[in-house]
C-alpha cells in the first residue's frame, strides 16, 4: 500500500467489532447450552481462525457477514477434532482454547503460522500442568504446535507473573472442568472480558481487587452447564485506535467513531491522549451486554510528549504501536515503561516500531521495558511491517502526516483484525 500526506478527514464511521470479544463469544458459545447469537462479531483472521478450530471440534456455526449463531454442545458436548487446529497468526485463539482442551477427554493439536509458532506457551503450559493437564510443545521449544491428551483437572491458585488476558482467561477456562476452585492472581488488572462473558453465560465466577495495590483475583468454580446468550460486540478499540490518532494528527479533521468499547481495562489509550493534549470527548455512554460502549469525537490537536508506564499498560498494550507514532509527531520526549510484554506480541513490537520509526527520520532509542522517542517530523518510508497487523495499521496513519510517500510491505496482513481498515479512510475522504 502507497500512501501520502492527507488533510481534513471529517465524518462518521463505526469500526468492526472488538476481536477479544468476538473470539470469547464463539468459545464460550460452543461450550454452552443452546443458541448463542453474536452481533457485530469481528471477521478478520484471526476470530475465523476461532469458528473454524470450534467446527473442528464438533460446533455448528452459522455465519451471516457479522451475524453468527453458534449452536453450543455444552460444557461437556465437543467432539474429538479429526485434523490438527489451525489458529493461524491468533494468541487469543491459542491460549484460550488450549485451556478448553486441557479439560477434555480426546487428544488434540494446535499449530499456527510462523509468528505464532515462535510465541511463548511456557506461560499457560506451567499453570495448566500444575493443574493436571496434559499438554506438551511438540517440537520442545514451550512454543505451538501444542499437543493435549487427556488429563484430570484440579482446581489451583495461581499467581501469574505477568498481566496476561490470555494467561488469566486459559487458567479460568481450565477451572470449568477442575475439581474444587481455581484462582488467578495478576499483578495488574487486563482486559476482564472473559470474567464479564463468563458470569453472563452463568459461570459461578468472582473477581477481588486488593485494597492497597494493583494485584487482583478472579475466581471460578465448575458448573453444571453455561447457557447460550444474545452478544452484541462492541466496536474494538484497538481498531479504533488508529482513526483516533488520525483525527489528532491530521490537520483540520474531526471524527466521529460511533459504538467503541470502552472497558476500563481497554481504554487506556484515551487517557494517553488527554495527557498529551488531545482534543477528544466522550459521548452517549452507556452499558450493553456487560461492556462499557461510548461514541468518541476527537478533533485536530497539538500533541505533546508524555510518561507512559505502570498500571496503565495493559489497558494499552496493544496501542502502543499507534501511541509510538503520535509521540513522534508531538512536541517534546514520550517516554514508554513497563511494557516489555511487546516483545512477545505478533512480532517484537520494541523492534519493530523502533526500525520503522528510524526508518522515517523519528529519533527514538529503544530500551529492555519500552522506548524512548523524541518528537519532531516523520519523512515518508518503506515500511517492514513483518506481517504485523498493528504495525501496518500504525504506520499507516503515520504516512498521513509524513513528507512524501510510504510504502507499507505485505499491508495484506491488516486482515487479522481489520479487513476493512482502508475503506473506513474512504468514507473520511
Ligand atoms: C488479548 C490479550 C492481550 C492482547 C491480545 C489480545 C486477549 O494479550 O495483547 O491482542 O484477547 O485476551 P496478552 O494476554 O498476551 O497480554
Same mark, same amino acid.
Given at each position: 500500500m502507497e500512501l501520502t500526506t492527507l488533510t481534513g478527514l471529517k465524518g462518521t464511521i463505526s469500526v468492526p467489532g472488538d476481536k477479544s470479544i468476538s473470539h470469547r463469544s464463539i468459545m464460550l458459545g460452543s461450550i454452552a447450552k443452546g443458541k448463542t447469537e453474536i452481533t457485530h462479531f469481528l471477521n478478520g483472521a484471526d476470530c475465523l481462525a476461532t469458528i473454524d478450530c470450534f467446527r473442528k471440534l464438533g460446533v455448528a456455526i452459522e455465519e451471516r457477514d457479522s451475524s453468527i449463531t453458534v449452536h453450543g454442545n455444552g460444557l461437556y458436548g465437543l467432539l474429538p477434532p479429526n485434523d490438527i487446529l489451525q489458529v493461524k497468526n491468533s494468541g487469543t485463539t491459542t491460549r484460550l482454547m488450549a485451556g478448553i482442551l486441557a479439560g477434555q477427554s480426546f487428544d488434540s493439536k494446535i499449530s499456527g503460522d510462523e509468528s505464532l509458532n515462535a510465541r511463548p506457551m511456557r506461560r499457560i503450559i506451567a499453570p495448566l500442568t500444575q493443574m493436571?493437564?496434559?499438554?506438551?510443545?511438540?517440537l520442545r521449544n514451550d512454543c505451538a504446535p501444542l499437543y493435549i491428551t487427556k488429563g484430570h483437572l484440579q482446581g489451583i491458585h495461581y499467581q501469574s507473573p505477568v498481566a496476561s488476558a490470555q494467561v488469566k482467561s486459559c487458567i479460568l477456562l481450565a477451572g470449568l472442568y477442575a475439581d474444587g476452585e481455581t484462582s488467578v492472581t495478576e499483578p495488574i488488572l487486563s482486559r476482564n472480558h472473559t470474567e464479564l462473558m463468563l458470569k453472563e453465560f452463568g459461570a459461578n465466577i468472582k473477581t477481588t481487587h486488593q485494597l492497597a495495590g494493583s494485584e487482583t483475583t478472579s475466581t471460578i468454580s465448575p458448573c453444571e452447564e453455561?447457557?447460550?446468550?444474545?452478544?452484541?460486540?462492541?466496536?474494538?478499540?484497538?481498531?479504533?485506535a488508529y482513526f483516533i490518532a488520525a483525527g489528532l494528527l491530521?490537520?483540520?479533521?474531526?471524527?466521529?467513531?460511533?459504538?467503541?468499547?470502552?472497558?476500563?481495562?481497554?481504554?487506556?489509550?484515551?487517557?494517553?491522549c488527554e495527557d498529551m493534549g488531545g482534543n477528544i470527548s466522550l459521548l452517549n455512554e452507556r452499558i450493553e451486554c456487560g461492556e462499557h460502549i461510548a461514541d468518541i469525537l476527537v478533533k485536530t490537536s497539538k500533541l505533546y510528549g508524555t510518561t507512559i508506564q505502570g498500571d496503565i499498560i495493559p489497558a494499552l498494550i496493544d496501542e502502543i504501536p499507534i501511541i509510538a507514532v503520535m509521540a !513522534?509527531?508531538?512536541?517534546?520526549?514520550?517516554?514508554?515503561?513497563?511494557? !516489555?510484554?511487546?516483545k512477545v506480541k505478533e512480532t517484537d513490537r520494541i523492534e519493530t516500531i523502533t526500525d520503522n520509526l528510524r526508518a522515517m527520520g523519528c529519533d527514538i532509542t529503544p530500551t529492555d521495558d519500552g522506548m524512548i522517542i523524541q518528537g519532531g517530523t516523520l519523512h515518508g518510508a518503506i515500511i517492514h511491517t513483518l506481517l504485523d497487523h498493528?504495525?501496518?495499521?500504525?504506520?499507516?496513519?503515520?504516512?498521513?502526516? !509524513?513528507?512524501?510517500?510510504?510504502?507499507?510491505?505485505?499491508?495484506?496482513?491488516?486482515?487479522?483484525?481489520?479487513?476493512?481498515?482502508?475503506?473506513?479512510?474512504?468514507?473520511l475522504l
Amino acid at each position: 500500500m502507497e500512501l501520502t500526506t492527507l488533510t481534513g478527514l471529517k465524518g462518521t464511521i463505526s469500526v468492526p467489532g472488538d476481536k477479544s470479544i468476538s473470539h470469547r463469544s464463539i468459545m464460550l458459545g460452543s461450550i454452552a447450552k443452546g443458541k448463542t447469537e453474536i452481533t457485530h462479531f469481528l471477521n478478520g483472521a484471526d476470530c475465523l481462525a476461532t469458528i473454524d478450530c470450534f467446527r473442528k471440534l464438533g460446533v455448528a456455526i452459522e455465519e451471516r457477514d457479522s451475524s453468527i449463531t453458534v449452536h453450543g454442545n455444552g460444557l461437556y458436548g465437543l467432539l474429538p477434532p479429526n485434523d490438527i487446529l489451525q489458529v493461524k497468526n491468533s494468541g487469543t485463539t491459542t491460549r484460550l482454547m488450549a485451556g478448553i482442551l486441557a479439560g477434555q477427554s480426546f487428544d488434540s493439536k494446535i499449530s499456527g503460522d510462523e509468528s505464532l509458532n515462535a510465541r511463548p506457551m511456557r506461560r499457560i503450559i506451567a499453570p495448566l500442568t500444575q493443574m493436571g493437564a496434559n499438554i506438551s510443545s511438540i517440537l520442545r521449544n514451550d512454543c505451538a504446535p501444542l499437543y493435549i491428551t487427556k488429563g484430570h483437572l484440579q482446581g489451583i491458585h495461581y499467581q501469574s507473573p505477568v498481566a496476561s488476558a490470555q494467561v488469566k482467561s486459559c487458567i479460568l477456562l481450565a477451572g470449568l472442568y477442575a475439581d474444587g476452585e481455581t484462582s488467578v492472581t495478576e499483578p495488574i488488572l487486563s482486559r476482564n472480558h472473559t470474567e464479564l462473558m463468563l458470569k453472563e453465560f452463568g459461570a459461578n465466577i468472582k473477581t477481588t481487587h486488593q485494597l492497597a495495590g494493583s494485584e487482583t483475583t478472579s475466581t471460578i468454580s465448575p458448573c453444571e452447564e453455561l447457557y447460550g446468550q444474545k452478544i452484541c460486540v462492541p466496536g474494538d478499540i484497538s481498531s479504533a485506535a488508529y482513526f483516533i490518532a488520525a483525527g489528532l494528527l491530521v490537520s483540520d479533521s474531526e471524527i466521529l467513531i460511533k459504538n467503541v468499547g470502552i472497558n476500563p481495562t481497554r481504554a487506556g489509550i484515551l487517557k494517553v491522549c488527554e495527557d498529551m493534549g488531545g482534543n477528544i470527548s466522550l459521548l452517549n455512554e452507556r452499558i450493553e451486554c456487560g461492556e462499557h460502549i461510548a461514541d468518541i469525537l476527537v478533533k485536530t490537536s497539538k500533541l505533546y510528549g508524555t510518561t507512559i508506564q505502570g498500571d496503565i499498560i495493559p489497558a494499552l498494550i496493544d496501542e502502543i504501536p499507534i501511541i509510538a507514532v503520535m509521540a !513522534a509527531c508531538a512536541e517534546g520526549t514520550t517516554v514508554i515503561r513497563d511494557a !516489555a510484554e511487546l516483545k512477545v506480541k505478533e512480532t517484537d513490537r520494541i523492534e519493530t516500531i523502533t526500525d520503522n520509526l528510524r526508518a522515517m527520520g523519528c529519533d527514538i532509542t529503544p530500551t529492555d521495558d519500552g522506548m524512548i522517542i523524541q518528537g519532531g517530523t516523520l519523512h515518508g518510508a518503506i515500511i517492514h511491517t513483518l506481517l504485523d497487523h498493528r504495525i501496518a495499521m500504525a504506520f499507516s496513519i503515520a504516512a498521513l502526516v !509524513a513528507k512524501g510517500t510510504t510504502k507499507i510491505l505485505n499491508s495484506h496482513c491488516i486482515d487479522v483484525s481489520y479487513p476493512t481498515f482502508y475503506d473506513t479512510f474512504e468514507e473520511l475522504l
